[in-house]
């Protein structure tokens, strides 16, 4: 976690609502870091559902392990979450510790192993010690209460600069629902599914196969249109809990994803998704500057989306944008290697709503001193107008420096 907040970081942060239902509480194990919280615990309700997608790595931790196991059984009752050990490529070990984790975690809760959830972030390949929650989630059950999300979201953090929380409060029926989420995440980020870390808590009725729903779909042009450094982790979790709570106050039961009455939650539900997925680029490691690509014009949306990852995930490219240099051949480039339909001399660019290139060429009103300008901005807008079809896409990353570097080269030590 570092001492110095990200310059993009949002400047309003919100007031994150009780969620009935929910109760929250951190404290210092001792994981990996000294003198910071790095254990949370999400205690919810009887009758809580879950949901869940997870890394398509092919190294999967134990705990991503642990929660695919889990998820047929739809009910939730509590969540832990560790940082500074990834428990990943551990082995039997690791095995072992979710288990000893998720039988202390529900002896503290009061529930079954397989209402227990586990994720945990930060060094791959180094054993947890999973007795140092021992006596730590009795302490947390007995001391959880509502409402103290930056606390939670903060326990979660590794090198991020900042906590990443967003609410939205909607209508479900006649009944106000509220949709709170936290995430975690600056570097190995493109995701392939969610984020690194990232969890959604709601006190609308949703059945689990609502909930699942809405993640298969809300994570498509969010936290999967993301990328910071083309790296996927072996831990990346995204899970969501509805409690259930609001029928009490009117809302009505939701048990088909095609319920009509679903239409302003699904789209509320999106916009927390949206907001934390931005959030994760903005605190990129090292990043300066939150980098928006845009593809319009390509043969089909899969196309564009290819296009638009190979632009964002160009370390020629990110280093340019650090450089405050629009170096539109760099953008040329990535989209001629991406493998998709391109046809040069259609191809336009754009950096920040000035047109560089056109018809294959550099457009003829290219003034660099203009460009250079807006090029200081913090956030960089690169437009490609492919001129083939109606596919289209946005994708989000940042730039590269050299604090990545700095980040990346000494993580462990």
């Known amino acids: 976690m570092s001492t110095a907040i990200s310059p993009l970081a949002p400047t309003d942060v919100p007031d994150m609502p009780v969620i009935p239902g929910v109760k929250l509480a951190t404290a210092a194990a001792g994981i990996r870091y000294k003198g910071r919280t790095d254990v949370l615990l999400a205690v919810m309700d009887k009758g809580t559902t879950v949901a869940g997608v997870f890394t398509k790595s092919k190294c999967p931790s134990a705990p991503v392990e642990w929660c695919r196991a889990k998820l047929a059984k739809g009910a939730a009752r509590a969540l832990v979450v560790n940082s500074g050990n990834a428990n990943a490529f551990t082995g039997k070990t690791g095995k072992s510790s979710t288990a000893l984790t998720a039988q202390i975690a529900a002896k503290a809760v009061g529930c079954s192993t397989n209402e227990v959830y586990l994720a945990s972030t930060g060094v791959i390949g180094e054993p947890l010690d999973a007795t140092k929650f021992d006596g730590v989630l009795a302490t947390l059950s007995e001391s959880a209460v509502p409402g103290d999300w930056m606390a939670a979201a903060k326990a979660i953090m590794t090198t991020d600069t900042f906590p990443k929380v967003a609410t939205r409060t909607v ?31 709601t006190d609308a009725p949703l059945s689990s196969s609502v909930l699942q729903s809405l993640l298969k779909s809300g994570v498509e042009d969010t936290f999967n249109a993301l990328t910071i450094d083309s790296d996927t982790s072996t831990s990346d979790t995204l899970l969501a809990f509805a409690t259930g709570a609001a029928a009490a106050t009117g809302a009505p039961k939701i048990s088909r994803a095609g319920d009509p009455r679903l239409k302003a939650f699904t789209k509320a539900f999106h916009a927390v998704l949206a907001d934390l997925s931005e959030q994760v680029a903005r605190d990129g490691e090292g990043a300066r500057k ?18 638009a990852m190979s632009v964002a995930n160009s370390p020629l490219v990110k280093t340019a944008i650090a450089g405050e240099d629009a170096n539109w051949g760099r953008v040329v480039m990535a989209v001629g290697k991406a493998g998709e339909p391109a046809n040069r001399d259609k191809l336009s660019i754009s950096f920040n709503g000035i047109r560089v290139a056109r018809s294959g060429a550099r457009d003829p009103s ?9 090029m ?15 596919g289209r896409d946005r994708v989000l990353t940042c730039d590269l420096t050299k604090e990545y570097v700095a980040i990346n080269g000494d993580y462990r030590s």
């Open 171 to 201: 209508k479900l029926g006649k009944a106000k629902v509220t949709i709170n989420g936290m995430a975690k995440g600056a570097g190995m980020i493109m995701p392939d599914m969610a984020t690194m870390l990232s969890f959604v808590f």
């Open 290 to 307: 939150l980098v928006e690509i845009i593809v319009d014009g390509a043969t089909t949306k899969a196309s564009a989306r290819k296009i």
């Open 366 to 374: 290219y003034n660099e001193a203009e460009v250079s300008e807006v």
């Open 376 to 390: 200081k901005n913090p956030k960089i807008q690169i437009k490609i107008a492919l001129g083939l079809g109606k």
